[in-house]
């Protein structure tokens, strides 16, 4: 994920000519640009990633201002790769505490998409295929480290991703981005323990709809009726995280 960010920023910093962090940081979204507006990016990447966190699927990145201690937001409408290869063989070298954490990332998108109050069907049926697949290919993977087991996380990861830029993301994905920037906390990590406690705040505060929701979470691990936070809970520590 910090790698197709990066090259998302490089994109960015040619297209405007920015040579420096400060430069660079006029060009977050949301900040006042002055000068050329660009249309066209003047390159182009393909991206062959080898963890689960999804960024290769958007065209918007996040950088952390090292200065700061603030994670801020950059994209374009052409800041996602032409390509993108996803490519289980290559991924079984990447290490297991890394594939995992970032497993739980886009168990993450998965979750947040379902218990988003703009879910909708289409969202939502990707979100729990998504969480399904995840599910049995980060147990797989646990377990052993052969290619079968990472496509299912790797087709997982894109239907989770693809739910989340439909959906919108909830407090756990937010907390994450604040703790990312200000006390460099990989997303994956922030995950295992903001996500269980989003899920536990939300049923202490049920709406129809958020307990239609919770039990959707809960059915696409396979425990029906249970308590969801308990369900990921559960899920996070069998994993190892």
Partial sequence: ?????????????????????????????????TGKSVSELPVNYICVPTTLSGGEFSAFAGITDSARKVKEPYGHKQCAPRIVILDPELAVHTPEWLWLSTGMRAVDHAVEAICSSKCHPYAAGMAQSALRLLARGLQACKRSSDASARQLCQL???QATQAGMLAGGGASHAIGHTLGGTAGVAHGHTTCVMLPAVLHWNS????????????????????????????VRDFIRELGM
Avoid at 206 to 214: I, M, V, W, Y
């Fill in 1 to 33: 994920g910090s790698l197709t960010d990066a090259a998302k920023g490089v994109q960015i910093a040619l297209a405007y000519g920015a040579r420096d962090a400060e430069a660079l940081g006029q060009l977050r979204l949301g900040a006042s640009r």
């Fill in 156 to 158: 997982g990861m894109m």
């Fill in 204 to 231: 202490a505060k049920p709406s129809p709809r958020s307990t239609e929701a919770l039990q959707e979470v809960s059915l696409a691990f396979g425990r029906p009726g249970e308590l969801a936070s308990e369900v």
